[in-house]
């Protein structure tokens, strides 16, 4: 009885590893158990036979069978429930594990939406609305509201209910302003860590669209100021100035290719202000970025070539359909000055630029032609008006020279013929003067202009004239032009032709711009001159008919012998 404890087996193994799973342990009990309950069992039974003692028999069964047994079975279920309750945690702690993945990837997507339409949005405004309803998807708040600078403002609610929201959160923006988001429970520090990762994207998204908007500022400016601009000089240097702005630069030049395919210097300024050599060649670096046709960055002894003193320099080509146009350069003292400059919009720029220049370099031709032209005009009209009607008079002259004597009243006669042909000569001279004239249109107006010249004109060709205006006018510099052209000549003509005594000029604002000049002269035949030249500027009517029609306009003439003349000229308001 005394060596029954000594020969119980140990009950079944409890000391593996507690890491151990389930599975394995239900395999080990499973594999191990019978035979060693069979063996122990066997063992026992010897020992209990080996026994003299029926009495004691009894007991030892007993004590076996009542106590080890069950003692057995105890450690071995309480082995499998650690086992079961092991598994248990892990299943929860996965569940757990699972759940925040899945908000964490929820709250992932929801920021990656808010970052793509941040920066899809088109302007500010766009940003602040998608960046609250943004704000609301990803940290599950009840209501969001956002503020800029600038007072722009949004709020966006969620599919809760708002007046649950009693658990408020302000996040600062960097830069300026605030998110500030309302939840039902009280947020978490991922939350709010969340939060604050938002707001650094609303930040970045805000700044794009300010930089966006003063890109298209910039552009919107250049366009409008080189648009019209025909003097060459001034055109470069604003669209330089422009671009030197944008990145800081404190040197910029303009070279343009000349009618022999040579990039020569048109325009520069730096930290002394304006450089001449004004027609150098280009240096090395501006050919090699009109070869290249992309923008380039100059090394440091390129950059000194282009400006002295520089160690940066940036170079843009400007090209369009028909090639290449020049090469603007910007320049700096600091070395690395360009490393970070936007060279998209800056290239932007520069194809801008080539269309001012090819815009200007046309309108330089045309004044140039224009010139020509007049020039031609002038010396046919002196040529077949005041020169022959000089040279009649000379001949008269001669003729009374040789009457003088002989015949003294014919001599007479002749002398107040000459001296008729040579005052309205000296008359047709002042009109084609006066025509002439240099009209400041950009300084006074069209209307001072125009109430200007009809004024001198009366009081040049002693023609009583009248002037009326009404309705508002508002034309494009280029129609005004057109507009005071057709006046000049409608005038002209009336007092080259028209004998009148009186001229009625009017200006109407509608729809459309509508000048009207009408006299009481002695009228024509349209049909008969329509391309007859006139003095003041060599344009017969059916050039002025050609001018207002390209501008959209109308143009017509209705005259008869003896009745006078009406000029009517129309052309679209700005």
């Given amino acids: 009885m005394t060596e029954l404890p000594a020969s119980l087996p140990a009950a079944p193994p409890t000391s593996p590893p507690r890491d151990w799973p389930l599975s394995r342990r239900v395999r080990l009990l499973r594999n191990v158990l019978p035979p060693l309950i069979v063996l122990v069992v066997a063992v026992v039974e010897l020992l209990i036979a080996g026994l003299q003692n029926p009495r004691a028999e009894i007991w030892a069964h007993l004590l076996f069978y009542g106590l080890v047994g069950p003692a057995v079975t105890f450690f071995s279920v309480e082995w499998i429930a650690q086992g079961t309750r092991a598994r248990e945690r892990a299943e929860l702690e996965l569940?757990?594990?699972?759940?925040?993945?899945?908000?964490?990837?929820?709250?992932?997507?929801?920021?990656?939406?808010?970052?793509?339409?941040?920066?899809?949005?088109?302007?500010?405004?766009?940003?602040?609305?998608?960046?609250?309803?943004?704000?609301?998807r990803a940290t599950g708040a009840a209501h969001a509201t956002l503020t800029v600078p600038g007072g722009l403002s949004a709020a966006a609610a969620g599919e809760g209910d708002a007046g649950e929201a009693r658990f408020p959160l302000r996040v600062p923006i960097p830069g300026g302003g605030a998110l500030a988001l309302h939840f039902a429970d009280p947020p978490t520090p991922q939350t709010e860590a969340l939060a604050q990762a938002i707001a650094a994207e609303v930040a970045t998204g805000v700044e794009a669209a300010r930089q966006r908007t003063l890109d298209l500022m910039t552009l919107y400016s250049v366009?409008?100021?080189?648009?019209?601009?025909?003097?060459?000089?001034?055109?470069?240097?604003?669209?330089?100035?422009?671009?030197?702005?944008?990145?800081?630069?404190?040197?910029?030049?303009?070279?343009?290719?000349?009618?022999?395919?040579?990039?020569?210097?048109?325009?520069a300024e730096d930290w002394t202000g304006e450089r001449g050599g004004r027609g150098s060649l280009a240096p090395a670096f501006v050919e090699r970025v009109a070869e290249a046709g992309t923008p380039l960055v100059a090394a440091e002894a390129e950059a000194a070539e282009v400006f002295p003193g520089a160690t940066s320099a940036l170079g843009f080509p400007m090209r369009d359909e028909q090639g290449l146009v020049g090469v603007l350069v910007l320049g700096d003292e600091r070395p690395g000055a360009f490393e970070d400059a936007r060279l998209p919009l800056l290239a932007l720029l520069a194809a801008q630029a080539a269309l001012g220049v090819r815009n200007a370099r046309a309108y330089l031709y045309s004044e140039e032609l224009a010139i020509s032209d007049e020039r031609a005009r002038i010396a046919r009209e002196i040529h077949d008006g005041v020169a022959q009607s000089l040279a009649f008079a000379a001949l008269k002259l001669d003729v009374v020279a040789r009457q003088l004597r002989g015949e003294p009243d014919k001599a007479e006669e002749e002398v107040r013929a000459a001296t008729v042909l040579l005052r309205e000569q000296i008359k047709e001279v002042r009109r084609s003067i006066f025509a002439l004239r240099p009209i400041d249109l950009e300084r006074y107006g069209l209307l001072e202009t125009v109430r200007r010249y009809v004024e001198d004109f009366g009081q040049?060709?002693?023609?009583?004239?009248?002037?009326?205006?009404?309705?508002?006018?508002?034309?494009?510099?280029g129609d005004e032009a057109v507009v005071f052209r057709i006046l000049q000549e409608s005038l002209n003509n009336v007092a080259k032709h028209a004998r009148a005594r009186e001229v009625t000029v009017s200006l109407h604002g509608g729809h459309r711009v509508t000048l009207r000049v009408q006299?009481?002269?002695?009228?024509?035949?349209?049909?008969?001159?329509?391309?007859r030249v006139s003095s003041a500027g060599g344009l017969g009517l059916m050039q002025m008919r050609e001018r207002v029609e390209s501008r959209g306009g109308k143009y017509r003439v209705l005259s008869e012998p003896g009745h006078g003349t009406l000029v009517e000229a129309e052309v679209p308001q700005a």
């Fill in 95 to 136: 569940r757990a594990t699972y759940a925040q993945l899945s908000a964490s990837h929820g709250q992932l997507q929801a920021v990656q939406e808010l970052m793509r339409d941040l920066s899809g949005a088109p302007d500010l405004g766009a940003v602040v609305e998608v960046a609250a309803r943004g704000a609301v």
């Fill in 460 to 477: 040049q060709n002693n023609i009583r004239t009248t002037l009326n205006v009404t309705g508002d006018i508002h034309l494009a510099p």
């Fill in 519 to 531: 006299d009481d002269g002695a009228g024509f035949d349209p049909e008969q001159v329509s391309g």
């Fill in 223 to 267: 366009d409008q100021s080189i648009r019209a601009e025909r003097n060459m000089r001034r055109l470069l240097a604003r669209v330089t100035r422009n671009m030197a702005e944008r990145v800081q630069a404190g040197a910029r030049a303009a070279y343009l290719r000349d009618q022999d395919g040579l990039l020569r210097l048109e325009y």
